[in-house]
């Protein structure tokens, strides 16, 4: 079926800088995609959402940027928190489905 | 606002035995999904449970069952375990087949 991804797989940056975490997708028919952010150990917890009418919605010190043109979705950390260190996923969806359709994930860490 | 539980927390057991994993959704939630991640991976939608229907099933056999109950709580069954299944399950709930899936701390089941 059509996945979603990630660019890149781990991401290192220092504590204060703005981080900016990228996922391609391929199904042109999903309709909202959702940012995760899953710490060790723990299951995977919202962060912001998107619909696919929308280019752009924020959130606190989180930006979430749609593309549909080329398909792809970032999110924008703004001022990373060594409290931001974790795997990211981006999921997509369709109002038709049930599933959230998940990529392989991101991970953040932050360094001081 | 009480959210996603989760039980148990880790569990092991031996290939071919039967496991049954718990969870409550978050209150005011009647759409109850599960999702399998293995290690190093995105989650994968096993099944979906809206008013105690089944509302959709990913790409698992008929050995991964469910059951909602009418408190909105699930069960995620697995029979005839291998040892492909141990990973992480994760149970979300969300309001009315809504996108917005809140994620529970998972199962980390083991099979040896």
């Known amino acids: 079926g059509e996945s979603v991804g990630l660019h890149l797989p781990t991401l290192s940056v220092q504590e204060g800088d703005n981080s900016i975490i990228n996922c391609a997708y391929s199904n042109s028919a999903s309709d909202y995609f959702i940012w995760y952010k899953q710490e060790s150990g723990k299951g995977p917890q919202f962060i912001i959402d998107?619909?696919?009418?929308?280019d752009k919605r924020q959130g606190q010190r989180v930006t979430v940027l749609l593309n549909k043109t080329v398909k792809h979705l970032s999110l924008q950390i703004a001022a990373t928190q060594p409290g931001d260190s974790a795997v990211y996923f981006c999921?997509?969806?369709?109002?038709?489905?049930?599933?959230?359709?998940f990529g392989k994930g991101t991970s953040l860490l932050v360094t001081p | 606002e009480t959210g996603v539980t989760q039980s148990p927390t880790h569990l092991i057991k031996t290939r071919g035995q039967q496991v049954t994993l718990r969870c409550s959704s978050q209150s005011g939630h009647n759409t109850v999904s599960w999702y399998q991640q293995a290690l190093g991976q995105g989650p994968q939608f096993i099944f979906q449970y809206y008013r105690e229907e089944e509302n959709g099933r990913g790409n698992f056999p008929p050995r991964f069952s469910g059951l909602q109950f009418p408190n909105y709580s699930s069960e995620l069954n697995v029979n005839a375990l291998e040892l492909d299944d141990s990973a992480l399950y994760l149970c979300?709930?969300?309001?009315?087949?809504?996108?917005?899936?809140?994620f529970g701390p998972g199962t980390r089941l083991t099979v040896t």
């Open positions: 998107i619909r696919s009418n929308m």
């Open positions: 999921a997509e969806g369709t109002n038709s489905g049930y599933a959230l359709n």
């Open positions: 979300a709930s969300s309001l009315d087949l809504g996108p917005e899936q809140y």
